[in-house]
């Protein structure tokens, strides 16, 4: 079992930074497992937007977010962070971070396929 705790969101302004962290807790580390982030904007369907494969280096991030946003691993403190840079209205949304025990070579995007969720934390970036 892993419980996980989405940490960081709040209201910025467009242009801003912003990093949410997710603490991981259970029976499997955080490089044991692949990670997720996914965003949920208002109205609209939850997206993956980075994936950090098990076991692995390996770290992806979709075309609307690549070049800003980073998402990482920090092993001693059993944790994964999105440092967000440059955001805009577009980011806003819920942002969750999920956990799947499998190990797969292709990033997941389908939410239904991961075994471990956040409870979200809110991101809002006004113009």
């Known amino acids: 079992q892993v419980t996980l705790v989405e940490s960081g969101g709040g209201s910025v302004q467009a242009g801003d930074s912003l990093t949410l962290s997710c603490a991981v807790s259970g029976t499997l580390g955080v490089y044991d497992i692949t990670m997720a982030w996914f965003r949920q904007a208002p109205g609209k369907e939850r997206d993956m937007i980075a994936w950090l494969r098990g076991i692995s280096d390996t770290v992806y991030h979709v075309d609307a977010v690549k070049g800003r946003f980073i998402a990482s691993r920090d092993l001693t403190n059993n944790k994964v962070f999105l440092q967000m840079n440059d955001l805009t209205p577009e980011d806003t949304g819920v942002y969750y971070c999920?956990?799947?025990?499998?190990?797969?070579?292709?990033?997941?995007?389908?939410?239904?396929?991961?075994?471990?969720w956040g409870q979200g934390t809110q991101v809002t970036v006004s113009s």
């Open positions: 999920a956990a799947q025990r499998r190990i797969t070579a292709n990033p997941l995007r389908t939410e239904s396929l991961y075994d471990f």
